[in-house]
C-alpha cells in the first residue's frame, strides 16, 4: 500500500504538531485542511487537546514565510531571494567560518520537534558535509537529565518503558513535577480510570494546578527539593520493611550503599528542607509501601534543575526498591514533552551520540555509522558542546562563528536568554530556517522557509517510544523547501562526499541501516509496519520485565545527595521563581501565538495573596520580577495555589527566560529552567 492509498480524497491519517503524545488525527481538505478524530489509534482514542483541534490554524496566516530572506546587516532591511542565491550565501558563509575556525568554526542547532529524517540528517550533515562537534539540540533541555539517569540505571533510555494506557492499571501513581492535564490533556483521562478503579494519585509541585486537582494527594515542595523529598520516602520505606529485598538482591546492583545513604533522611529533616510537612511524608511512604504495583513518572519539573539527574536516580531507587521496575503497571518512565523528544535524540542531534542512541566516543559505533554514511570513521567528529555551551561560545575567539539553526526558537527558550541572544548577534552568519519570522529567525543573515506539519510526511518517536508517521495531507505553498531539501542543496554546494536524500522514506531506510545493533535500533520499522499497526513501539511493549540493559542484566542503584539549587534566596532576591507552560500555548509559542482561536493573554506573573499583600499589588497590576540576568514586566495573577515563596512565570513569551539560570546539571547539562533566586515589586 502507498502513502495516497491509506487517503482517501477528503481525509489523512497524521499527528497532532504539538506534544510528546503525538495523539492521531485526521486531516480533510487539500489547502485549508480541518481535523476531525481517529478513533483507532491507541494513544488518544480520537481525543484532542484544544491545541490540537486547532492546528489548523496554522495555515493561512499573513506571517508565513513563502520566499527566502537576507538581511542587509547595515541597515537591517530584509529583502527577497532565489534559493540558489540564499544557499550560495550560507555555502560561502560556511566556507569564510571554516577558513578562520576549522571544521568547529561552523555549528548546528536542532529541535526536539524535528522528525526522525529531519533529525538524523541534521546529525549526519554536521558530522559529515561540514566536518563540525558542534551540534546540539533544544531537545537537551528537555528530557536530558531523565535520559542521563535512565542510562545509568537501566542501561537504556526510553522515556516511557511501558505505553501510557498501564498507568490506569497501577495501585499508586506518583507525578513529580508533572502538570499533565494542562501539557498533555488527553492523558488525563488516565488518571480518572486509575482513581476510579480505586488507585491512588499523588501530585508532587510546588502549585496547585489541575493535575493537583486530580490527585489524592498533593505535596508542594519547595522549588529545587524534589531530591530530598525521595530520599526521606526511601528512609521510611526501609524503616518500614517495605522493600523488596529478593528483587533488590536479584536484579540490582549498589543497594547497600543506597540505603545506608538516606539513613539520615528523617522526615523532620525533608520537612526542614522542602517545607512538605513530616506527617505528609509519612502518608506518601505508607501509600507506597505494600502496594503490589506503584508507578512514579517524573517530568520537568523534577529534571529542569542543576541535580536533575540525581533527583530523576532517587525516583528511580524508590521504584526499584520497591520492586516495582519491570512489573506490569508499575515502575519508573519519565514524561517527554516536545513531540518528538525521544526521536530526536536518538539519532543524531546530542552533541555525543550517533544514529541510534549510539556514543559518538564508541570505536565500534563509529565504524558501523560510517560505514552506512560511506566516509572513513576517523573523519567523523568526537563529542562537542552542550547545548548551553555550544550557545554560549557563539561568536568567542574559541566558538564558531557561524550557526544553521533547524526547527528552534532559540531567544525565546534558551536560559539567559539576553546574554544568548548577544551571542547571536555577534556570529559572523546566523541561518534560520523557519515557517514564520520567529524571534530568532528576526536576527538571521538568511532566513529560509520551510515546509510545516501536514506538508510533508516524517516520523515521530512519542513519549512511550511508539515511532508514528505524520503523513503529509496538503500542499506546501509555493517557494517552500522541506529541511531535507535545504541539507542536500548546502551538502551538493559543500562538496560532500555523502548522499542526502530528500525523500522521507528513504532517509527512514537509511536511519534503519545507521541504527540496526544499537540501543535505539530502528532496522526492523517501515513506514508500511507503521501503517499497518497504528505505531511502532522500539525496543518492545514493556522492557526491563526479564532483565536491565547493562551487560549483566541488572539495574544499577547510585546513592546521591540533595545538594539544593544553584541560586538561593537572599536578601536583594528573596523568592523563588520557577516557569513552565500553561495550556493554550506550546513551548516558544512561535506556532500556537500565531493560532487566533487559541486564547493568548501574553505572560503573567502568579503569586500567593501572601506575596501580594506585603508588595501592595493586586490581581491584574503590573508587577516587575527580577534576577541576577534580567527582568520583566507582566500583569499580577493572585492564587492561593501556590507557595507564598515562590512565583511562577509561564515561558511562552520573550520574557521568562531572561530571568532564568544558565547553572547546568553535571551529568546531562541541563540548565537549572525551574528556580532561581528573584525580587518581585510593584509597578513597571
Known amino acids: 500500500m502507498t502513502q495516497t492509498e491509506t487517503q482517501t480524497e477528503t481525509q489523512t491519517e497524521t499527528h497532532c504538531p504539538y506534544c510528546s503524545l503525538q495523539c492521531g488525527m485526521r486531516l480533510a481538505g487539500r489547502r485549508t485542511p480541518e481535523v476531525s478524530a481517529w478513533e483507532e489509534f491507541p494513544v488518544n482514542r480520537g481525543a484532542l487537546c484544544r491545541k490540537g483541534w486547532a492546528a489548523a490554524g496554522l495555515y493561512g496566516g499573513r506571517e508565513r514565510l513563502t520566499s527566502p530572506l537576507v538581511r542587509d546587516r547595515e541597515t537591517g532591511e530584509w529583502s527577497a531571494v532565489s534559493w540558489d542565491h540564499a544557499l550560495d550565501r550560507v555555502a560561502a558563509g560556511i566556507r569564510a567560518a ?58 537504556l533510555d526510553r522515556g516511557l518503558p511501558f505505553p501510557l494506557a498501564d498507568v490506569e492499571e497501577t495501585d499508586v501513581l506518583v507525578l513529580v513535577g508533572s502538570n499533565l492535564v494542562e501539557t498533555m490533556p488527553p492523558a488525563a483521562r488516565h488518571l480518572d480510570r486509575l482513581r476510579e478503579r480505586g488507585g491512588k494519585v499523588v501530585v508532587i509541585d510546588p502549585r496547585r494546578t489541575p493535575t493537583a486537582d486530580r490527585a489524592d494527594l498533593h505535596l508542594q515542595p519547595v522549588p529545587g527539593t524534589d531530591l530530598a523529598l525521595a530520599l526521606g520516602v526511601l528512609h521510611l520505606l526501609v524503616a518500614a520493611g517495605a522493600v523488596d529485598p529478593s528483587y533488590l538482591a536479584e536484579r540490582t546492583t549498589g543497594w547497600e550503599d543506597v540505603r545506608d545513604s538516606v539513613a539520615s533522611w528523617w522526615p523532620e529533616r525533608v520537612e526542614r528542607v522542602t517545607g512538605i510537612d513530616a506527617h505528609e511524608v509519612r502518608a506518601l511512604a505508607a501509600m507506597l509501601g505494600g502496594k503490589p504495583r506503584v508507578m512514579v513518572l517524573t517530568a520537568r519539573g523534577a529534571e529542569q534543575h542543576s541535580t536533575g539527574s540525581d533527583t530523576v536516580l532517587a525516583w528511580i531507587n524508590v521504584a526499584l526498591a520497591l520492586g516495582m521496575v519491570g512489573r506490569r503497571g508499575a515502575g519508573y518512565g519519565c514524561l517527554t514533552g516536545q513531540g518528538n523528544g525521544q526521536g530526536g535524540r536518538e539519532h543524531g542531534q546530542k552533541a555525543d551520540q550517533l544514529p541510534g542512541y549510539r556514543r559518538i566516543d564508541d570505536p565500534a559505533a563509529r565504524a558501523h555509522v560510517a560505514g552506512v554514511w560511506g566516509v572513513h570513521p576517523d ?83 512519542n513519549l512511550e517510544g511508539r515511532v508514528v508517521l505524520r503523513q503529509r495531507a496538503i500542499t506546501p505553498p509555493s517557494g517552500v523547501r522541506t529541511d531535507l531539501q535545504v541539507l542536500a542543496g548546502l551538502a551538493e554546494r559543500l562538496g560532500s562526499q555523502a548522499s542526502f536524500p530528500t525523500d522521507p522514506e528513504e532517509v527512514f531506510a537509511e536511519l534503519g541501516q545507521a541504527s540496526a545493533g544499537g540501543p535505539a535500533d530502528y532496522s526492523a520499522i517501515t513506514y508500511q509496519r507503521i501503517r499497518d499497526e497504528k505505531g511502532v513501539l522500539w525496543g518492545g511493549e514493556r522492557l526491563f520485565a526479564e532483565s536491565f540493559a547493562h551487560p549483566d542484566g541488572r539495574a544499577r542503584m547510585y546513592a546521591v545527595e540533595h545538594r539544593g539549587a544553584a541560586e538561593q534566596p537572599c536578601a536583594d532576591y528573596p523568592v523563588h521563581l520557577t516557569t513552565g507552560r500553561v495550556l493554550a500555548q ?32 493586586a490581581q491584574g497590576d503590573a508587577v516587575r520580577v527580577a534576577t541576577r540576568r534580567g527582568e520583566m514586566t507582566a500583569p499580577a495573577k493572585v492564587v492561593p495555589t501556590i507557595r507564598p515563596d515562590t512565583v511562577f512565570v509561564p515561558f511562552h513569551w520573550v520574557g521568562a527566560n531572561r530571568l532564568t539560570n544558565d547553572a547546568l546539571d553535571p551529568a546531562s547539562r541541563m540548565p537549572e529552567f525551574k528556580v532561581c533566586a528573584a525580587s518581585v515589586v510593584a509597578g513597571a
Open 98 to 155: 571554516q577558513a578562520a575556525g576549522g571544521p568547529d568554526g561552523v555549528a548546528v542547532f536542532g529541535g526536539g520537534g524535528l522528525t526522525n529524517e529531519k533529525a538524523y540528517s541534521l546529525g549526519k550533515f554536521a558530522r559529515v558535509a561540514l566536518g563540525t562537534s558542534q551540534i546540539d539540540y533544544n531537545g537537551r533541555w528537555c528530557m536530558s537529565s531523565a535520559a542521563s539517569a535512565g542510562i545509568r540505571a537501566f542501561g
Open 586 to 617: 506550546y513551548q516558544s509559542g512561535a506556532q500556537t501565538r500565531r493560532v487566533r482561536s487559541l486564547p493568548d493573554d501574553g505572560p503573567f506573573v502568579e503569586m500567593h495573596p501572601l506575596l501580594a499583600g506585603r508588595l501592595g499589588v
Open 379 to 461: 573523519a567523523l567528529p568526537g563529542p562537542g558542546r552542550s547545548a548551553y555551551e555550544l550557545l554560549d561560545a557563539l561568536g568567542t575567539p574559541e566558538g564558531p562563528s557561524a550557526l544553521l539553526v533547524l526547527g528552534s526558537n532559540i531567544v525565546v527558550s534558551a536560559p539567559r536568554a539576553t546574554h544568548v541572544t548577544s551571542r547571536l548577534e555577534a556570529l559572523d552568519l546566523l541561518v534560520v530556517c523557519d515557517v514564520v519570522m520567529s524571534e530568532t529567525a528576526a536576527l538571521a543573515d538568511v532566513v529560509l522557509p520551510v515546509t510545516q506539519w501536514a506538508e510533508e510526511t516524517g516520523t515521530m518517536t
